[in-house]
């Protein structure tokens, strides 16, 4: 079935990075963006940003240039994202998401994020 | 940086219809997403291009989007659509989300 397998949790120290994996299955995983979301504990959920599995082109939140990169491996269809320079305000869960689009004339048509992965939790403790 | 607004909690009995509304600048020029969020789960897509269901998703869901206001619409609701609610929409090149609404089912 289709699906977007997530490694597992960390725990770092500030100041450290993280890397997190997202493995597709059951689908194409170059016909489709791979968005990364997160969701601090209690709060809602906020983009980071997309990468374009098929190019390796991305976008990043305005937030987190700089400071994120969103790369991937075709050759096993897994997508990452580095974050670094952490702080304790970056302890969240990190979900990867596809998300398919298609232009047409000067149109973007966008299908939503209808697969998501299980979510990483990160912790960032001293 | 462009804004979506949602209520922060909603109210509804069972069997009653439920709106949660999200407001940003001429969002209905923009097509809106719906999500569902359960505790300790991921999202689920309800609703996209405004008022499109992905298979799977219940036909008492339904979504509207005009002027500034898309609006998710849940009839007869049920004790399982008790849930956070957040809206999506492109900006550019970039992705919104809402706030998200808690959704009460009492």
């Known amino acids: 079935q289709v699906q977007l397998v997530q490694s597992g949790a960390e725990v770092k120290k500030p100041g450290a990075s993280v890397k997190v994996s997202c493995k597709a299955s059951?689908?194409?995983?170059?016909?489709?963006?791979v968005h990364w979301v997160r969701q601090a504990p209690g709060q809602g959920l906020e983009w980071m940003g997309w990468?374009?599995?098929?190019?390796?082109?991305?976008n990043y939140a305005q937030k987190f240039q700089g400071w994120v990169t969103m790369t991937r491996d075709t050759s096993i269809s897994t997508a990452y994202m580095e974050l670094s320079r952490l702080r304790s305000d970056d302890t969240a869960v990190y979900y990867c998401?596809?998300?398919?689009?298609?232009?047409?004339?000067?149109?973007?048509?966008?299908?939503?994020?209808?697969?998501w992965g299980q979510g990483t939790t990160v912790t960032v403790s001293s | 940086s462009y804004e979506l607004t949602q209520p922060p909690s909603v109210s509804v009995s069972p069997g009653q219809t439920a709106s949660i509304t999200c407001s940003g600048d001429?969002?209905?020029?923009?097509?809106a997403c719906w999500y569902q969020q359960k505790p300790g789960q991921s999202p689920m897509l309800v609703i996209y291009?405004?008022?499109k269901r992905p298979s799977g998703i219940p036909e008492r869901f339904s979504g509207s989007n005009s002027g500034n206001t898309a609006t998710l619409t849940i009839s007869g609701t049920q004790a399982m659509d008790e849930a956070d609610y957040y809206c999506?929409?492109?900006?550019?090149?970039?992705?919104?989300f809402g706030g998200g609404t808690k959704l009460t089912v009492l």
């Open positions: 998401a596809r998300e398919d689009l298609a232009v047409r004339g000067a149109r973007h048509y966008y299908y939503g994020m209808d697969v």
């Open positions: 059951g689908y194409t995983f170059t016909g489709y963006y």
């Open positions: 990468i374009i599995p098929n190019s390796g082109g991305t």
């Open positions: 001429k969002l209905g020029d923009k097509y």
């Open positions: 291009q405004d008022n």
């Open positions: 999506q929409a492109w900006d550019s090149s970039t992705v919104v």
